[in-house]
């Protein structure tokens, strides 16, 4: 199993940036997917973007731009830069991981973006 373990969220203004951090309770070398999923009020939960053990990136629709991920594999940890945060950026913000063909949330971290 990985316990996954979010923080970072909170509230920021429009225009504001954020960093959320994901700290797995296991070596991330073995970990083959981490990522960044959120999910909106009355929204289905929607990738944010993604790191596989070999450094593969990928983001979803329209995340580019204002996102960015980064894997460290020695900290165990997955971090979500988010830039101009918008209100429509407001959602709870989940890690996830892959290990063994299983898959692993962690407990989601709220993001409020207003004035």
């Known amino acids: 199993q990985v316990q996954l373990v979010e923080s970072g969220g909170g509230l920021v203004q429009p225009g504001g940036s954020l960093r959320l951090s994901c700290a797995a309770s296991?070596?991330?070398?073995?970990?083959?997917?981490m990522g960044w999923y959120r999910q909106a009020p009355g929204r289905q939960r929607e990738l944010v973007g993604q790191v596989l053990r070999d450094g593969t990136t990928n983001y979803g629709d329209s995340m580019t731009g204002r996102f960015g991920i980064s894997r460290d594999n020695t900290r165990n940890t997955i971090d979500l830069r988010i830039y101009s945060l918008r209100p429509e950026d407001t959602a709870v913000y989940y890690c996830k991981a892959i290990l063994l063909g299983v898959a692993y949330w962690g407990q989601g971290t709220q993001v409020t973006v207003s004035s």
């Open positions: 296991k070596s991330a070398q073995g970990i083959f997917l």
